[in-house]
C-alpha cells in the first residue's frame, strides 16, 4: 500500500474535510476545512470531488515521504511553496511523487491556511461520518490525533489521474470589506454599537485559531447586556462578550453559547475571512439574504468549474497565451472529457 | 394554542427558530417537538437541527432551500406541535457521592447548613430533564435541580475537573463527559461516559431525555468503571 509518511510538520497540522454533519446535536463541532476554496482547488487538481480530506496546514509547512508506490498530490493556498527532492515545484500543480520521494511543504507568506490533497484521498476510516480532526472531541485524523512525525497515512493509490495539470485560478474572493448578515441578536446592542460595527476598521488579532478569530478595535456596547441563554451557533458567527470585542467563531467553535451575535459571516466569505493574518486590518459590510444566497450559488458554481479550468502540466504556458490561441479547450477536451465551452 | 416563534436569521445557511427567552421545560418541549418532526421528515435541503434551552437552529443549503421557504414551513408545522410526546428515555445514573469522587460535597453541605447525606438525599432525590446537550460532546445541561441546594459558582474556577463528576453550578446540574475546565461544585462522580468515540453508540443521551442519579458505594466503582472502559452503557435504562 502506498502511503504518505510524516517526516515533520507544524503543531496545528490536520486531516480536514467539508467538515463532520449531524452531531452538533450531541455537542460535536462541526470542525472542516478552514478554507474550503483552496481544499477544493487541491483536490481537484488531483481529480478529486471538492469535499474530499486533505492535509491542513496553519502557517507552519512540512515534509513529507512517499512509501510503496506513486501518488499524484498538489498543494494550494496561502502561498506556501513546495520542493519536490530539493527542486521547487511550481504552484498550483499537480505533483507525481514516487517510493522515496520527499516533498516538503514551506510555510504560509500570503494567508494562514493551506492544503495537500493527494489522489483518490486517504485510506482512513473517517469518524461520525468525517475526516476532520477536532482536538476535544478526539475524533478524526488518525484515531483522534493531530498529525505529527512518524505518523503513516494510507493512500488510495490505485486511483491516479491520467495527467499532471495546472490550475491558473486565485481562489474566488475579491479584496473588499466581508460580507455579513445581520443578527441574530443585533437587537442587543445600541444603534451606535451597529453604526461602529459596520463602518469602523477592525484588526486579526494574534488570538485566532480553527476556534475563533479574536478582533481588536473599538468597543461595540450592548443595549441589554451580554448574557443571553445559550442558543445555537454557526461557522461566521460574530459574538460579542463583556469585552465589547467581536470574537469571530470558527470551524472548531462550540455547537452552543451565551453571547449576543451581531452579525454572521456570509458563507461565500468566510474562507477569504479565514486567510487573514493576525494584523490584517478587516471591515464588514451588511448584506441582503438575496445577496448573500447569490454569492453562495457563484461559489458553488465556481467550485463545481475548477477541474475544467484545468489545464495540462507539460504545456508550460501562460493562460493568456493558451486563451489567445484557443488551446485550452482541445486539451483539456481531449483529457478530461470536458465540454470547451468555457473558451468561447 | 402555541405562539408563531421568532425566526432569527444565522447568516445565508442557517435560522434559529426561538420559542422565548426563559429555561423552561415547557419551552423546551417545543423546542424538541418540532426537532422530531423536522428530523422524521426533512424539509428538502435541511442539513442539521440543533436543539438548545430555547429555541431550534436549523442549518441548510442556501442553494436548495431558503429562509423564507423554511419560516413558512415552520410556521405551518408550530400548529401541529406535540410538546407532551418529547420525553425521550429516562436514564438510572450510578454515582459515588464524596470523598475524592465528590471533594466538593461537605463544603456544599455546610454552605446550605446540610449533612452530607441530607444533600446527597436531596440531589439524588429528583428527576433531571436533559435540556441540552453542548459546550463538550455529550455534556449534559440538566434542569431540575433542588433550588434548596443551588449553589452559585465557584470564584476560581478548576482547570480540570475528571470525566464523569456529577456538579452542580447556580441552579444547574451536569455530568461531565470528559476532563474538562469548570467552576462548578463536585459532589460525585460516575463511571458512565456519556461520550465514547469509540462505543456504538458514541453517545448515550439526547436532549429531552431524563436523568435520575442512584447513590452507590465506592466499593462498587472498580468494576462499573472497567465495564464502562469495555463499552457497556453502564447507566441503564427505566421506566419513566
Known sequence: ?344 | MVQTPRFLPCGDSALTVEFGSAIDPELNGKVLALDALLQASPPAGLIETVPTYRSLTLQFDPTVTDYGALARQIEEATNRLQPENAIGTRWRVPVVYGDEYGIDLEDVAERHGLTPSQLVEIHSGAVYRIYMIGFLPGFAYLGGLDPRIATSRRTQPRLKVPSGSIMIGGEQAGIVPMEMPSGWHLLGRTPVLSYAPERDPVFLFAAGDEIVFEPIDASRWDALEKAALAGEPVAEPVRA
Open chain 1, 1 to 344: 500500500m502506498t502511503s504518505l509518511v510524516v517526516k515533520n510538520c507544524g503543531p496545528m497540522t490536520s486531516l480536514q474535510d467539508w467538515g463532520r454533519i449531524g452531531y452538533q446535536r450531541f455537542g460535536v463541532s462541526p470542525s472542516g476545512a478552514m478554507d474550503r476554496r483552496c481544499l477544493a482547488m487541491a483536490n481537484a487538481l488531483v481529480g478529486n470531488a471538492p469535499e474530499v480530506a486533505a492535509i491542513e496546514f496553519m502557517n507552519l509547512g512540512g515534509s513529507f515521504i512517499c512509501e510503496g508506490g506513486e501518488l499524484h498530490v498538489a498543494l494550494a493556498g496561502a502561498g506556501c511553496t513546495a520542493s519536490l527532492n530539493d527542486a521547487p515545484v511550481q504552484a498550483n500543480t499537480t505533483m507525481v511523487l514516487k517510493d522515496g520521494d520527499t516533498l516538503e511543504v514551506g510555510h504560509a507568506r500570503t494567508g494562514t491556511f493551506a492544503y495537500l490533497a493527494v489522489g483518490g484521498g486517504f485510506r482512513i476510516e473517517p469518524q461520525l461520518g468525517s475526516l476532520s480532526f477536532h482536538q476535544r472531541s478526539r475524533l478524526g485524523g488518525l484515531k483522534g490525533a493531530p498529525l505529527k512525525a512518524g505518523d503513516r497515512l494510507p493512500c488510495q493509490s490505485e486511483a491516479l489521474q491520467v495527467a499532471p495539470m495546472h490550475l491558473p485560478l486565485e481562489p474566488l474572493g475579491e479584496d473588499a470589506p466581508i460580507r455579513v448578515i445581520m443578527g441574530p441578536q443585533d437587537d442587543y446592542f445600541t444603534e451606535q454599537a451597529i453604526d461602529i460595527f459596520l463602518s469602523a476598521e477592525f484588526t486579526v488579532s494574534p488570538q485566532a485559531d480553527r476556534m475563533g478569530f479574536q478582533l481588536s478595535g473599538p468597543q461595540l456596547h450592548h443595549a441589554k447586556g451580554f448574557n443571553i441563554v445559550s442558543d445555537g451557533i454557526v461557522d461566521g458567527h460574530i459574538q460579542v462578550p463583556g469585552s465589547g470585542l467581536p470574537i469571530v467563531l470558527m470551524r472548531d467553535r462550540q455547537t452552543a453559547g451565551g453571547y449576543p451575535k451581531i452579525a454572521t459571516i456570509i458563507s461565500a466569505d468566510l474562507g477569504r475571512f479565514a486567510q487573514l493574518r493576525p494584523g490584517s486590518p478587516v471591515r464588514f459590510r451588511a448584506v441582503s439574504r438575496d445577496e448573500a444566497v447569490a454569492a453562495a450559488r457563484q461559489m458553488k458554481e465556481w467550485m463545481a468549474a475548477l477541474s475544467s479550468a484545468l489545464v495540462p502540466l507539460r504545456f508550460d504556458l501562460t493562460t493568456e497565451h493558451l486563451l489567445s490561441t484557443n488551446l485550452i479547450g482541445g486539451m483539456v477536451d481531449a483529457l478530461a472529457h470536458k465540454e470547451p465551452d468555457h473558451t468561447t
